[in-house]
């Protein structure tokens, strides 16, 4: 019999709060964290709204501890990284094993567009401590040595789904008595590199995003870290903390149809839902909640829903999008989305898709638009697909 | 649960899609990098495929195919893909026309293939594989990790996995590392040599029908406070293996040519392996993060083979362990043991 998987600690840092607390908070009150951008400096600053975290470089930097010049992604992952231990109660520990399984896409990107302003009219010019930080897993080990985690440290990086398998990365070493614990989950800023990409794939809102609408009209960027301290029973024993909840069923599904846009009946997306209920072990009646992936663009919504509709029919679980309120966090957004799942379970809360007036006609179910109290939430479905078909979906479950 | 390597491809400066040329020649780079030997693509893919994809892709769609065809398999159960740098060339496309038509006129095609799951997309897409897909992006412990992780996936049942590792050399990456001051200068004869490379294994819980080499273990370490750590955990590692020194037929270093990197793995020779053949991998593919992925397949090779490539002192066969200490930079090692069935 294989060990539970406790949600011991959470830390995260989005467009609507700075902390755990204050993003439950907006989430309640229904407050969306995106408008035009203040602190990314971009050509389309009037044009694409974006949710930014409410932070200069400069006050991350001083929150922390660490230096103003390193790359923002890494000063995002360090505050939700040590809220997360902090919220545990974790301390390092000379007998149990703890990993840290970080994921980002953007690495050091933001600096790199520095240097590259210099070093692309003359190769020997721009400053290498600009691109000294570029790789992934560089800002991924300034944030473990930061926290003092050596026994364990690695980085996912497979686009928008990257901190979903972080999250199950993790988890699985748990389950294999490997580590008794993993923090988890995963860090992206917001890069001209990123706007720029995605402002070319023309699926980016002008307007504030509307997932699952009828009228939706693509996605908002947006920034963040969010992370989950995973522990084994015996590593909870020794927090002395009762658990949020449980990572109880996982699974990662390749679309295989194309590097950008999802297959229109959502193969993988379908096989990563329905993997997850398998590998928990439950019935698609006993879930609850569906944190969507719900970016907003026409092909995520129409595959991601029909997916659900197959898989679902005919008792469809409440849903919402919560990038309604975050934008897409890229990288981020797997584990943004894991600790909103959690929250849901926790506070027996469900969290409502912002700005929906006309649900897509396709389906035989709309989602959730105001914020639901008192709810019974034991087992969340949390989806992230994104490029290249990677399909991934978490179940948390109330312990 | 043993952990078969049931095949391999690899795609690097030597002649590694060729087992006999590659034990008969050894191929040197007079410059300060080392570029893998390419080969037709049309062979692996179609044409018309071929042109829109980027060379790293190119380099890990032909590693992963040649590894599956060797082992006679259509679809694994996993495909795990490590990279430290990612696809670098079309990260500083889309990098440099954004800066020149100043965020204007951009096309997505290389925004596209830039993000880090793209090597390992395109396998699942060539496959039709809608199996379990992941990527590690993690520095020099980027394919020790997918290792690590692939372990895992057997013992979940998930059953063969195919795991690889590839970075390339970019003019960019090459012109900023240099910078860095961490490559041969032309008028030197040591000094690190800059390398790349595509390599792909394909692992399995079942020995198949022609089993000869296991995946013993594998460990990393990383930032040990000292050489003295190193050597403990290197000991630590094979006594949990039960594998005497004795047993160990040739020992794998990540030796660069740069004095001052060498310092440890000397050390470790030294203290450690004294008398043992050894052979630096690195000479062979250059100096990269993944550049363990090339050590493992020249270790499988070899036990496979079980004879001494030309260009090698003599081995003692039959060779039943190899030893791999990849040392990157001294922040990042891993020890590796592959062994005889």
């Known amino acids: ?399 | 649960m043993k952990i078969y390597i049931r095949s391999t491809g690899n795609i690097s400066p030597q002649h590694s899609l060729d087992k006999d040329a590659f034990f008969l020649s050894r191929i040197k780079t007079s410059g300060n990098f080392f570029k893998s030997l390419e080969p037709d693509y049309d062979k692996f893919v179609d044409s018309k495929m071929i042109r829109r994809m980027s060379r790293i892709v190119k380099m890990g769609v032909a590693a992963a195919l040649t590894c599956l065809r060797n082992a006679g398999i259509e679809n694994p159960s996993a495909i795990l893909t490590a990279t430290a740098y990612g696809c670098l060339e079309d990260s500083s496309v889309f990098l440099r026309r954004m800066i020149e038509f100043e965020e204007n006129m951009l096309s997505p095609t290389a925004f596209i293939q830039s993000t880090h799951n793209t090597v390992g997309a395109q396998i699942a897409l060539l496959l039709k594989c809608h199996n379990y897909n992941n990527t590690i992006v993690h520095r020099a412990f980027s394919f020790e990790n997918a290792l690590t992780e692939s372990i895992l996936l057997l013992r979940d049942g998930m059953n063969p996995v195919l795991v690889g590792a590839i970075d390339e050399i970019t003019d960019d990456r090459h012109e900023i590392l240099s910078r860095f001051g961490l490559y041969r200068k032309p008028e030197k004869t040591t000094g690190n040599i800059a390398g790349e490379g595509a390599v792909f294994f394909l692992l399995d819980k079942e020995p198949g029908n022609n089993p000869q080499v296991v995946l013993t273990d594998l460990q990393t370490l990383y930032k040990p406070e000292d050489t003295g750590e190193v050597q403990k955990a290197i000991l630590a590692f094979l006594q949990k293996n039960d594998v005497d020194i004795e047993q160990i037929g040739l020992v794998l270093s990540s030796h660069t040519g740069n004095e001052k990197m060498d310092k440890s793995d000397n050390i470790v020779l030294k203290s450690i392996f004294q008398g043992k053949p050894n052979f630096p991998f690195k000479s062979l593919c250059g100096d990269y993060p993944t550049a363990s992925g090339f050590a493992v397949w020249l270790a499988v090779i070899i036990i496979k083979e079980q004879r001494t490539p030309t260009w090698m002192t003599e081995l003692k066969l039959p060779v039943k362990n190899i030893f791999i200490h990849h040392n990157n930079a001294n922040t990042h090692h891993s020890f590796f043991l592959i062994s005889a069935v």
Not at chain 1, 71 to 88: G, H, K, N, Q, V
Request: glycine share 10%; hydrophobic share 40%; with cysteine.
């Open chain 1, 1 to 399: 019999m294989s060990g539970q998987i406790f949600v011991a600690g959470l830390g995260i840092v989005s467009a609507i709060g700075n902390n755990l607390h204050s993003n439950f908070q907006s989430l309640c009150e229904e407050k969306a964290g995106i408008g035009e951008m203040q602190w990314l400096s971009s050509i389309h600053r009037e044009e694409l709204p974006v949710g930014e975290v409410k932070c200069s470089n400069g006050e991350l930097a001083k929150a922390t501890g660490l230096s103003s010049k390193l790359p923002r992604t890494t000063l995002l992952s360090s505050i939700a990284a040590r809220e997360a231990l902090l919220d545990a109660g974790w301390k390092n520990n000379q007998t149990l094993r703890t990993g840290f399984i970080s994921a980002n896409t953007v690495g050091g990107m933001d600096k790199t567009e520095n240097f590259f302003k210099l070093f692309s009219k003359n190769i020997k010019s721009g400053r290498l401590a600009d691109v000294v930080h570029h790789e992934c897993g560089a800002v991924t080990e300034l944030v473990a040595d930061f926290l003092g985690i050596r026994d364990f440290v690695s980085t996912v990086s497979t686009a928008c789904s990257s901190s979903a398998n972080a999250i199950f990365t993790g988890a699985r070493m748990i389950r294999a008595g490997v580590l008794d614990y993993a923090l988890v989950g995963g860090a992206d800023a917001l890069t001209r590199f990123t706007l720029n990409g995605f402002n070319t794939l023309m699926i980016l809102d002008k307007e504030l995003c509307r997932p699952f609408d009828e009228d939706r009209h693509g996605l908002n960027l947006g920034e963040g870290a969010a992370y989950l301290l995973l522990a084994s029973e015996n590593g909870l024993k020794q927090l002395g903390k009762r658990p949020y909840a449980c990572v109880s069923g996982y699974a990662n599904a390749n679309d295989a149809f194309h590097q950008t846009a999802s297959s229109p009946e959502g193969t993988g997306s379908f096989l990563a839902m329905k993997g997850a209920l398998e590998n928990a072990g439950i019935q698609p009646s006993d879930i609850d909640y569906i944190n969507l992936h719900g970016t907003g663009t026409q092909n995520n919504d129409i595959a991601e829903g029909t997916a659900i509709r197959i898989l679902f029919d005919p008792a469809f679980p409440k849903m919402s999008s919560t990038k309604s309120f975050t934008g897409h966090t890229l990288g981020a957004s797997g584990a943004v989305e894991a600790v909103y799942s959690i929250l849901a379970i926790h506070h027996g809360i469900i969290f409502p898709n912002l700005r929906l007036i006309t649900p897509i006609k396709e389906f035989p179910f709309q989602p959730v638009t105001v914020c639901l109290k008192n709810q019974i939430v034991r087992h969340v479905l949390s989806n992230s697909f994104g490029f290249g078909g990677n399909c991934s979906s978490l179940i948390f479950s109330a312990t």
